[in-house]
């Protein structure tokens, strides 16, 4: 028994969903996302909420019960409040800077990394090493954070690269002499 699945997700005032073709819509004030839906899920649409059951009583059914409940959720949060990473460099020489439909970075190769931003994705770099993705699709605004992120991880010794912000690194000690 999946106990996320067991509760509804209840859509706010100002925010509209339909289910048809198989597909859900949800349209908000940030705006419209989709998702397909999974034939071994059961979706209704009463009263302000959204139900999500298993259709049937095998183990595929119930594994993709709370996956689904909180995929829907994802889609009502998105288009009212959106989603947001944010990325911190250290390491000396170490920089970003947003330009448009591009990200720079600057992380000590011989040569500038270029990103482009993907639709629907939004990158602001308050300083020089702080990176703001947000977004209202969660798995496009992780993505591109992750992509950013592998150019760069922190490393143990030093700490420098790219890391989230409240993400822990574990930290080494050095060489003993």
Do not use: C
């Not at 009583?57 to 829907?72: E, F, I, K, P, S």
């Not at 720079?104 to 190769?109: A, I, P, T, V």
């Amino acid at each position: 028994m999946s106990r996320i699945g067991k509760k509804p997700v209840a859509i706010p005032s100002g925010v509209t969903a339909n289910i048809d073709n198989g597909t859900l819509n949800v349209k908000g004030p940030k705006g419209t996302l989709t998702m397909g839906l999974s034939d071994l899920i059961e979706y209704k649409l009463e009263d302000g909420e959204i139900s999500v059951k298993p259709a049937n009583d095998t183990r595929a059914a119930r594994n993709h019960w709370g996956m689904q409940r909180t995929m829907v959720s994802n889609l009502v949060e998105g288009v009212t409040e959106g989603f947001t990473k944010v990325l911190e460099i250290s390491g000396v020489g170490y920089r970003a800077q947003a330009q448009g439909k591009k990200l720079k970075l600057q992380l000590g190769y011989s040569h500038d990394v270029d990103l482009d931003v993907p639709e629907g994705i939004e990158v602001k770099t308050p300083d020089q090493t702080t990176v703001e993705i947000s977004g209202i699709d969660k798995q496009a605004v992780g993505q591109f954070a992750a992509n950013v992120r592998k150019w760069r991880k922190p490393e143990p010794y030093k700490g420098k690269g790219i890391k989230y912000r409240g993400e822990y690194v574990f930290r080494k000690e050095g060489k003993k002499k």
